[in-house]
Every structure is written in C-alpha cells, then in structure tokens.
Nanobody, 119 residues
Framework: QVQLVESGGGLAQAGGSLRLSCQAT????????MAWYRQAPGKERELVAR????????TYADSVKGRFIISRDNAPNTVYLQMNSLKPEDTAVYFC????????????WGRGTQVTVSS
C-alpha cells in the first residue's frame, strides 16, 4: 500500500510562487509515473503536470506551460510542483497522483492541498 503526503499549499499573490511537495511512502512498490492534478470549485479535476520516471518525460497542461515545473527526488520518492507567475485562476485544490507498477498498475491519490492566489 502506498500513502501520499502532500505539503506546500497556501496563499500567494498573483505573480508569486509556491512549491508543492508529495512524498510516497510504503514498501514494495516501483513508481511509474507521478503527477499533479487540480480541481477548482465547480469544475472537474484536471491534469496539471505529469512525470514518467522512465526517462523523466514531462507533460503539462497548456494553462501552466512555462510557469510550472514538475520534478522528482528518488530518495525519498518525492514529487514537486514549482509554481511560478501564479494567477488567480490557478486557485484550486491540488492533488498528488502516483502510478505504481508491480505486475499490474495501481494508482493512488493524495488528500489534496489548497492553493489560493489573490489578485
């Protein structure tokens, strides 16, 4: 079983920066992909950024390209989201998502961390 612990959300002004962290804990798993999603009030959850551990390939939502950076630290299984040039429309609950591979794929979600950007 994998548990995800998120941190780093909070309040920022437009143009400012925040850094989110998510650590995967547990044993006997191999992470295949790590991602951040977000969900704003009244909207569906959307993919913000994804990183595949095999080659560190990254993808970003068009709305955050050039402003957000996803990265990871193998030890200890942590994924980061550096958010720069924040906009009020970035306000949402941000969720960490991890996919593991052990014979079959399994996916896990964090509880979410609130990011609020004031204008």
């Amino acid at each position: 079983q994998v548990q995800l612990v998120e941190s780093g959300g909070g309040l920022a002004q437009a143009g400012g920066s925040l850094r989110l962290s998510c650590q995967a804990t547990g044993s006997g798993f191999s992470i295949n992909a790590m991602a951040w999603y977000r969900q704003a009030p009244g909207k569906e959850r959307e993919l913000v950024a994804r990183l595949f551990t095999d080659g560190d390939t990254t993808t970003y939502a068009d709305s955050v390209k050039g402003r957000f950076i996803i990265s990871r630290d193998n030890a200890p299984n942590t994924v980061y989201l550096q958010m720069n040039s924040l906009k009020p429309e970035d306000t949402a609950v941000y969720f960490c998502h991890v996919r593991t591979l052990r014979a079959t794929y399994s996916t896990y979600w964090g509880r979410g961390t609130q990011v609020t950007v004031s204008s």
